[in-house]
């Protein structure tokens, strides 16, 4: 007899949850993932940032699922679906049967219609992006240290993050800490703490979902490094020289995007209701309509909570949806006596920099030193992996003591990014 | 009054000891390197292998020589010399004048005049060559998983390492221990530990340079592991489906190159006399002819010892040749009065996997576990940098205790490479 096959698509919380709830099931799993690695997502930006290296944040699905023999991990992008022969198709066209379908697939970022921003404001989502962040920002001190007036450094040196939500302002925080504290006295000829970080929003706060006095504290956090902060501003236009507002331009070369989400693509060929994001607008139980066999969770879905509230795309709404389908997939459930899925807010986390976070925890908040603390030991113990864990504390350990980040790497060239023929003699 | 101006290009272990032995001299010092980190190499094939990652084994040169203020990191690459006027030329055009210039360019992979071999057998000096394998032989794992017949996934599974130096021999037993080891009860669909791994080379035993014992030894362990070694063997043929030699071809994806060296082409600038594989040959103070003010070190220096032998392309000749060519500069000692560079031999190490190493100091032989000890508590303690030495000391308890290589990663998608549109099912 065949078991009943369960296919996954995607091996982020969401997806990952699902695997891992579903172990002790007499049931055939696969999860496919375009990439062989569960991606800790919250800690992305200190990847971006240099204070950790990939490997810190990124754990192969393989290895987590190595025990779990009812599970084969695919890598492999998943292109097209067919919800009546029940068939995913694979990119080069191989074919994968199931009986259950959970899709928990993300999102990308959304520049608004202006796809053309992405090349020179990326946003931050894989760790190919936080590599190309790390090596842009840390390529960018050594360029003005090459440049031939004061003028021109100050280009390179000027840092733009568009979107003040969690990643917009941890990458700010971060940012400032790089230019004020890593790269002090490691240049001559430029000041590092020159730098100018401008955090934009166009919501009339930053971190706009949190309660009102944490995003007042946040604020004084990151004006305290040395981020300017402008909210209630709609950025109008980038370009490789910098991004326009209103009628006032920042000149930079350094933009990073932090403000949409739009959902996969793969999403669509569902034929079902999305909303603007793409996100499937998905039934109490998750499922998409007359299919109480496909399920959507984690970024891609648009789920409601019980005052008609969306739900936001973070990762305990994710794990929280992947058990509540695991519940049904393995008590194989009949889709009449399901019962809605349900979000048990546990609160949420954004932190500043070394010792500065802000959060809150149903009605209590908290801010300083001790939410930071709190943050540090949330993020270690929720990574997964013994080895992770250990390796993410010393990095830390040594990066708060000193200030140092250990994976300050740029492998590629510097020349051809620079004004050339100028003959600039660089010893006097 | 301007200082004397010293100009060092290359930030590897001759470039930075040159650089570090200077630091209380009163002289104005600019140390010019293509990347912005000092790579410690010995270690570069754990990176390819995944055991670590790129920043542990990599430091920034700015974070090196933060506080020695007589020295100016430039990152940039020098692309043109003029010896009569004393001045370097950067990609861009950028000049740098020097009174002394010291060359420290090191040497890349030689393919013996069949460059078309490099982008199917990639060689191993730089991260970005080590990412570049690392990820290509974890993505072979996952293709043989995707693959639709045993013969297909049969060269996905065969590795070929050409070249049986330390780096090969240490490549060889690596990837053994990945197939066998790390990656044991990781698939579904195939045994990973059905992998060939095949290690070639020209001359008549594995480290020709080592005593024969050493040699044979090192095969040995090789074998146990898995490795099939075949001495004595010139390959004719490289391409993306596998390699000739004699009227032998073995079917492979994956190949590696440790075979041949080839200095700097910078060299070629200083018109002077060269050797086969594009080393300077210099005089006994490791000048150039008529310039006492141009010293060449490390890999792209062909330097010799007492009995006339020419020196090896290791750390070691490098770093005695740095702080011979140190002290000249500091006391600026008249090239009539320099005593000639010589050469004190302190032996050498190879490791072939986990607990077993050879090595040689003087006439002593080492080999087994205590070999091994000897060669890990020796490359810890030459790394530079605190952080860096817990983060390896750390990993490799992890690595050796667990056999789990924490830096599994793949970035890439895999599908372009992928036998298309057969529809194949991988569910049943």
Redesign the interface.
């Known amino acids: 007899m065949?078991y009943t096959?369960v296919?996954i698509v995607g091996g982020g919380f969401g997806g990952l949850q699902v695997a891992t709830r579903l172990r002790r099931a007499p049931l055939?799993i696969?999860l496919i993932d375009?990439?062989?690695?569960h991606l800790f997502q919250p800690l992305l930006y200190q990847v971006a940032s240099a204070a950790l290296?990939?490997?810190?944040v990124?754990i192969?699905l393989?290895?987590i699922l190595?025990?779990q023999?009812n599970t084969?991990?695919?890598?492999?992008?998943v292109v097209d679906l067919d919800k009546e022969k029940r068939l995913i198709t694979?990119?080069?066209?191989?074919?994968?049967?199931?009986d259950y379908l959970v899709l928990a697939v993300g999102a990308r970022h959304s520049y608004f219609g202006h796809d053309e921003w992405e090349e020179v404001a990326p946003g931050l989502k894989?760790?190919?992006d936080a590599?190309q962040i790390r090596e842009k920002v840390?390529l960018s001190f050594?360029k003005a240290?090459?440049s031939d007036s004061i003028q021109e450094a100050a280009k390179y040196l000027n840092f733009v993050i568009i979107g003040a939500g969690p990643t917009g302002v941890e990458m700010a925080g971060a940012i400032a800490e790089i230019a004020h504290k890593t790269?002090f006295?490691?240049?001559?000829?430029i000041k590092p703490e020159k730098s100018k970080i401008y955090l934009i929003e166009g919501a009339p706060r930053v971190l706009p979902p949190y309660p009102e006095t944490l995003s007042i504290r946040a604020r004084k956090d990151l004006e305290k490094l040395g981020v300017q902060v402008l909210t209630g501003t709609i950025v109008s236009e980038i370009t490789s020289e910098g991004v326009k507002f209103g009628n006032q331009t920042i000149e930079a070369k350094n933009i990073i995007w932090a403000a949409g989400n739009q959902a996969s693509p793969l999403l669509r060929k569902l034929d079902t209701e999305l909303d603007r994001q793409g996100r499937v607008i998905v039934e109490p139980d998750l499922t998409i309509p007359d299919h109480p066999e496909i399920f959507v969770i984690g970024d891609g879905a648009l789920a409601k909570d019980k005052k008609g509230n969306p739900l936001p795309g973070i990762a305990p709404v994710a794990i929280q949806q992947g058990q509540y389908v695991a519940k049904l997939i393995r008590k194989n459930i009949n889709d009449e006596k399901r019962k809605p899925f349900r979000y048990r807010d546990k609160g949420s986390m954004a932190t500043i920099g070394k010792f500065k976070a802000v959060g809150y925890l149903g009605k209590i908040k908290f801010k300083g030193i001790f939410a930071w603390i709190f943050w540090a030991g949330l993020h270690v113990g929720y990574l997964v992996g013994?080895?992770?864990r250990?390796?993410v504390m010393?990095?830390w350990f040594?990066h708060y003591l000193?200030g140092?980040r250990?994976?300050?790497?740029?492998?590629r060239?510097?020349?051809?990014d620079?004004?050339?023929?100028?003959?600039?003699?660089?010893?006097?």
């Open positions: 065949a096959k296919v055939d696969y375009k990439t062989n690695h290296s990939p490997a810190d990124a192969p393989r290895e190595r025990g023999t084969t991990v695919i890598m492999g992008e694979l990119g080069n066209g191989d074919i994968v049967g199931y894989t760790v190919k590599l840390l050594e240290e090459r790269m006295k490691n240049f001559r000829r013994f080895r992770n250990f390796s010393l990095q040594f000193t140092i250990g994976a300050r790497l740029i492998n060239s510097i020349e051809e620079l004004p050339k023929g100028r003959g600039t003699k660089i010893t006097n």
